[in-house]
């Protein structure tokens, strides 16, 4: 069973940057479509961004011009770099693996402060 570890999270101010990881076990992790989604604290999870296997990206509304999803096939790794944040960006973020989604990671904690 492929394991989705996420890193990367912390508390930042408003306007600075972070770049969260995602890191997959196993193999083929370059056929899949990855994404980033979040929960914001009394919200439903929302879609973030997601990168197919060939590159293709989609990105929230409310993101767009301010995170950059990315992939690394050779480290199994998905990237969600993160500019501009805004404390409307607080959530737990969340990566997940395939469509439709077979794997989720555990979360990790963004906090903008204001």
């Known amino acids: 069973q492929v394991q989705l570890v996420e890193s990367g999270g912390g508390l930042v101010q408003a306007g600075g940057s972070l770049r969260l990881s995602c890191r997959a076990s196993?193999?083929?992790?370059?056929?899949?479509?990855m994404g980033w989604y979040r929960r914001a604290p009394g919200k439903q999870r929302e879609l973030v961004a997601t990168i197919t296997s060939i590159g293709s990206t989609n990105y929230a509304d409310s993101v767009k011009g301010r995170f950059t999803i990315s992939r690394d096939n050779a480290k199994n790794t998905v990237y969600l770099q993160m500019n501009s944040l805004k404390p409307e960006d607080t959530a737990v973020y969340y990566c997940?693996?395939?469509?439709?989604?077979?794997?989720w990671g555990q979360g990790t904690q963004v906090t903008v402060s204001s």
């Open positions: 196993g193999s083929s992790f370059n056929i899949y479509r």
């Open positions: 997940s693996r395939g469509y439709p989604i077979d794997s």
